[in-house]
């Protein structure tokens, strides 16, 4: 049983790491060689060659010097303009200042644009203590490439041992990567380290205690805590029974087990109710198999095990946080049970039931919207896949499922290009065969949408759209993903629409007046003139939505072009071409109201 939990939690924190985002423009994988711009390798398990920073209050330090008197150091590379670097600062000095003794944090700008002058502010008011300043030879520059912000540790014997892309906002994680660096008994290099999960703060119930608060009246199933650092425990719920501590914990594990011995044709029963995204869910393992799986917005409802053969069995029942969103997770267990006789027969009568008239594990959708069917056409005009084109954006869908499909298991999925609306499908009204959804996808705009069913590896999806420059979109993005030319045409053979789409439609110039909309495609458009109406090139701007953060640089005709463009764009001008002076505030929000904005620059 303890092996087993301890491979159900490691196995957990692989699992919920790929649930957790990560803010940052493409990502690489820290395991790749990495060769510095000075020449000395960021490896993974490489020594890391000395250096020196100049720091915002005007002096220098060198690597070799600070690690002299730590036991690790943390780099971390980001740019002024980054939002989601500048949002991690407050968690990282909320952690640095307990262990500042032992660990030392140098924030280091690999952005060429910044200066130590557009830095200081960034100390001074986020409150920094640690090093903030410039490497001046680019030494990091190749750990940023790809997007910001960028961090990497050192150990006390001059070693990377962990690297990781995107902003960390939980000062709990800093926490937990550094303690990890920081005791008397570390002797051997942490190579390729991943951060634990949170331990529990939750105090837990005796097992006695646990035992009475789940059972059922006259039920004796001796429940216990599970003895792991990292397993959370079941606490008392108002309601009667349990409730997983781990409501607000994200990347954490609520535990409990026990063994009951059953005859044939025995059941196992008990009441569950959850509130948490498709993504966190209570499951019931039964002798290392899935018994079921609990999810989405439940009452209280029976769930039953029949046992087929007789003998003793290992019960382990878990709640998995992945993530946490902006609110708690919860799941809770009572009325635990071994039934036999007419009392199983009974029990088994109150689970609820779902329509599965499939055969296996087959997943269907069927649009029920009205729609055209698009086949979407390579080069050579064949066709790889399809397309439908709403002709009323509140989409409906029904899904129907398989008999061997668990239909706790299910997750539906559908998004606009700007949110997802994810469910349990057990949470959706039924019909005599299936399940019935409805989204609004007037959001898509000139964009396209999803909307997808998923059991295990077993997956169906459909593209939609709401307009033709939609199907345009959609070509232009997965052709270029796969390195493919596609087009698309109507199933039924008719015509597209008589104006041009954006495909073959030149883009309207964006007019100087500010706030201007650009004609209705899936793309931003910025321009910069100066007090003439002259283009200005080599304009250097932040482009950042909620996730990432990138630079893009104006053209010979003072344009920068956002394609595929999602959901809303802030902008910066970070940097103008000499002669030029920015006129306002160099700043704008870009969304499906503001698509084309003309920056004024006055030349001196």
């Known amino acids: 049983m303890r092996k087993r939990i301890a491979f159900l939690l490691a196995f957990f924190l692989m699992v919920s790491m790929a649930f957790t985002g990560k803010n940052t423009v493409f990502a690489s994988d820290s395991s790749e060689t990495t060769e510095s711009a000075a020449g000395g390798s960021l490896e993974m398990g490489s020594k890391l060659e000395d250096f020196t920073v100049n720091l915002v209050d005007g002096t220098q330090v060198k690597f070799s010097d600070i690690l002299k008197d730590h036991k690790a150091v943390m780099i971390n590379c980001f740019a002024s303009w980054c939002i989601h670097c500048i949002d991690e600062l407050p968690a990282m000095e ?48 190749s750990l940023t490439e790809k997007g910001y912000p960028s961090s990497l540790l050192v150990d006390r014997y001059g070693v990377i041992c962990w690297k990781e892309d995107g902003a960390i906002k939980d000062s709990g994680k800093f926490d937990r990567l550094f303690q990890a660096f920081i005791g008397d008994d570390y002797t051997d290099s942490l190579i390729n380290f991943e951060i634990p999960m949170q331990k529990p703060d939750a105090e837990p119930l005796s097992d006695e205690e646990l035992t009475e608060a789940v059972n059922a009246d006259g039920s004796q199933i001796k429940v216990e805590n599970v003895a792991n650092e990292f397993a959370w425990p079941f606490i008392k719920d108002d309601d009667g029974g349990v409730k997983a501590s781990n409501s607000k914990a994200p990347e954490s594990c609520a535990i409990m087990h026990f063994t009951v011995t059953s005859e044939k044709g025995d059941v196992l029963a008990l009441e569950a109710r959850t509130d948490c995204d498709p993504y966190n869910y209570l499951q019931i393992m039964i ?74 594990d087959d997943l269907k959708i069927d649009i029920v919207s009205d729609y055209k069917k698009v086949a979407v056409k390579n080069a050579e005009e064949e066709t790889v896949g399809y397309m439908y084109l709403l002709k009323d954006p509140n989409l409906k869908v029904h899904f129907a499922i398989g008999k061997d499909v668990d239909p706790e298991q299910v997750t539906i999925a559908a998004s606009d290009n700007k949110s997802v609306d994810r469910k349990a499908i057990t949470d959706l009204e039924t019909d005599e065969t299936g399940f019935n959804y409805s989204y609004d996808m007037s959001g898509v705009g000139d964009t396209f949408g999803v909307v997808g069913i998923q059991y295990g590896d077993v997956k169906d999806a459909y593209y939609l759209a709401a307009s033709e420059a939609g199907l345009d979109a959609f070509c232009k993005a997965i052709g270029e993903s796969y390195e493919q030319e596609l087009t698309w045409a109507y199933e039924d053979g008719s015509k597209r629409a008589e104006e041009a789409s954006p495909s073959t439609k030149s883009a309207a110039p964006a007019s100087t007046d500010q706030g201007t909309a650009a004609d209705a495609e899936s793309k931003y458009e910025l321009t910069f003139v100066d007090q003439d109406g002259k283009p200005v090139e080599n304009v250097v701007v932040s482009v950042c939505s909620d996730s990432y953060c990138r630079m893009m640089q104006s053209d010979a005709e003072g344009r920068i072009v956002i394609e595929n463009a999602e959901g809303a764009y802030d902008v910066h001008i970070l940097v103008v071409p000499d002669g030029y002076e920015i006129s306002g505030d160099g700043a704008i929000t870009l969304d499906k109201d503001t698509r084309a904005y003309s920056f004024l620059l006055n030349k001196k």
Not at 104 to 127: C, Q, R, V, Y
Request: with cysteine; net charge negative.
């Open 287 to 360: 002798d290392d198999d899935n018994a079921g799986i609990i999810t989405g917005q439940k009452d209280w409802q029976t769930w039953t095990h029949e046992f087929e053969e007789e003998g003793e069995h290992d019960v382990l029942i878990a709640f998995y946080n992945n993530m946490c969103k902006d609110q708690e997770q919860k799941a809770s267990v009572r009325n635990l049970v071994l039934l036999s006789g007419d009392e199983a027969k009974e029990a088994l009568s109150k689970v609820k039931t779902y329509p599965q008239t499939l055969d296996g």
């Open 94 to 141: 909320e952690a640095y200042q307990k262990v500042s003794d032992d660990v030392a944090i140098i924030a280091i700008s690999t952005d060429k644009h910044d200066t130590l002058e557009k830095l200081a502010p960034i100390k001074e008011e986020n409150n920094l203590t640690f090093y903030v300043g410039i490497e001046p030879t680019g030494m990091f520059s």
